[in-house]
Every structure is written in structure tokens, then in C-alpha cells.
């Protein structure tokens, strides 16, 4: 919705653009902050990321399953008073903030992506007090499995029911596969895109040895993601993964030559 004065209401897409509220394209170049796990460090890593160039920090949160779990009882969920700080210290340092859900990291089961936009609904109004400068990744990697449709499937009942509950922000979606299978971008992003009433989506790709293991691997993926016909971000990427190689300097090279974000992983601590 553009506003009388020719700005629109806040982040929004173009094609496969990300632009801001003044219509100025935004290429993400930036970091990933694990916060959910290392909460204290924000007064630090946030500031340090401006300073050394970064437009945009994405910051892992917690819902608190995986405590309920048992799993890491150190994952305290992110209270509204959290996020609020943390969004504040991301203006302050004139960064676009992303943040994401990590619980789900690789679960298969849909009411683990459900339990993310419920707590995304209860942050709504948070959220959408920052339209110009809030990216909402829905869930960390969903779906681990290397399949295309279930991903789709989960999707399509998430996005609508963020946006019948109000949340007007851009939502980031990770592909299939732990994030490492595009080809569930290529296969079904056309219909995940088409769930969400706004039309203001980006796909996200995590870019280690599966997704990014060669020079060609990299120039494929991202063209084919891009094909599809909405923006798309390299949500994290390493210079080598699980003692695997990645092909960093390509995706350096050939996001730039694209126009293309990246976030890498990670600040401190992997």
C-alpha cells in the first residue's frame, strides 16, 4: 500500500527486488546473531555489526519449546520486552533486523510451524510498529526433510493465518531441506508466494555443502530461485560446513553480480 506521500508502508518487494519505504532497493549484506543462545551479547554484536558494514543482522529467538522439551534449557523464549530491545538496538545501528524461530530447526511436523505464528501473533503489534525496518523469517529451516510438496503444503496454512491475524510485515520463508534443498523453491514457491494475501515474500536459501558446494551449484541455485519470480536471500552461508568446503567466494561474487543479499553464519560462537 503506498502512502499519499509516494512512500509505501514499509519493507515491500518488486519483482525480485526487496525495496524500502522510500522505494530504494535493499541488498542485504549482514550476519546472523545465534541470540536465543547467546543472550547478553546484543549490546555488543549489535553495534559491532554496523561497524564493520553491515546493513542487516538476522537474530535467532526462542519460543521456548525447546526448553519445555527438555532439549536446551538454556533457549529461554523471547519475551515481548526482549524483542522490543532487541529491534531498538537495531535502529539505533541503522540495521534491518530479521529474525526467525529456531525451535523448529528441521522438524517435519507441521504444528512445530504452527507454534512459531502463534508466537509471532502474539508479538503482532511489536511487528508491525516497525514495518520499515522488521523481517519476519517465519521458522528456521522447517521442514528438514528433502521434499518439495509437504514444505508447500505447511506454508500455505502458515502465511494466511499470519496475515488474517494482522501481521502486515515482509516474511522470509527457508526452503525445504534444513534450507538446503532449493529446488522446493523451484518445485512449489510459485504457490507458497500465492498464499500470502500482502504478496510481499522472500525466499530464503542456506548456502553449505549441499546447496553450495561448487561454482556452478551456486549460479544455478540462485538463478533458478530468482526465476521463480520473488526475491531471494542467502540466509546463511559458511566458508565450509560439517568439514565439508563451501564455495564462498562465488556466492560473494555472484550475489553481487545479481543484486542478491546475504546473511552470513555467524557471528560468534559456531
Avoid at 90 to 103: G, P, R, S, W, Y
Avoid at 120 to 145: C, P, Q
Avoid at 170 to 185: E, H, M, N, R, T
Amino acid at each position: 500500500a503506498m502512502a499519499q506521500d509516494g512512500m509505501s508502508e514499509g519493507l515491500h518487494i518488486d519483482g525480485t527486488r526487496i525495496l524500502d519505504a522510500k522505494n530504494n532497493e535493499l541488498v542485504m549484506r549482514g550476519v546472523n546473531y545465534s541470540w536465543a543462545w547467546q543472550r547478553g551479547h546484543e549490546e555488543t554484536v549489535i553495534p559491532a555489526a554496523k561497524r564493520i558494514g553491515c546493513n542487516a543482522i538476522r537474530i535467532q529467538l526462542s519460543t521456548g519449546e525447546r526448553q519445555k522439551q527438555g532439549l536446551y534449557p538454556d533457549w529461554d523464549r523471547c519475551e515481548p520486552a526482549d524483542l522490543e530491545r532487541l529491534i531498538e538496538l537495531c535502529e539505533q545501528n541503522k540495521l534491518i533486523a530479521v529474525f526467525n524461530t529456531h525451535d523448529e530447526t528441521g522438524d517435519n511436523d507441521y504444528a512445530s510451524l504452527e507454534k512459531a505464528v502463534e508466537f509471532w501473533i502474539e508479538m503482532k503489534d511489536i511487528l508491525n510498529a516497525h514495518l520499515k525496518t522488521v523481517i519476519v523469517n517465519i521458522s528456521n529451516e522447517w521442514y528438514g526433510s528433502w521434499h518439495s510438496w509437504p514444505w508447500a503444503a505447511g506454508y500455505q496454512k502458515a502465511i494466511p493465518r499470519l496475515r488474517e491475524a494482522g501481521i502486515r510485515n515482509l516474511l522470509l520463508v527457508d526452503c525445504a531441506g534444513w534450507g538446503q534443498y532449493p529446488k522446493s523453491i523451484f518445485d512449489r514457491g510459485r504457490e507458497v508466494a500465492a498464499a500470502d494475501s500482502k504478496g510481499n515474500l522472500v525466499f530464503s536459501m542456506h548456502f553449505y555443502q549441499d546447496a553450495a558446494g561448487s561454482d556452478s551449484q551456486v549460479r544455478s541455485n540462485i538463478d533458478k530461485a530468482l526465476n521463480v519470480g520473488c526475491p531471494v536471500l542467502i540466509g546463511e552461508f559458511a566458508y565450509e560446513h560439517q568439514g565439508h568446503p563451501v564455495a564462498w567466494q562465488t556466492i560473494l561474487d555472484y550475489t553481487k553480480e545479481k543484486n542478491v543479499g546475504y546473511l552470513v553464519w555467524s557471528w560468534t560462537g559456531n
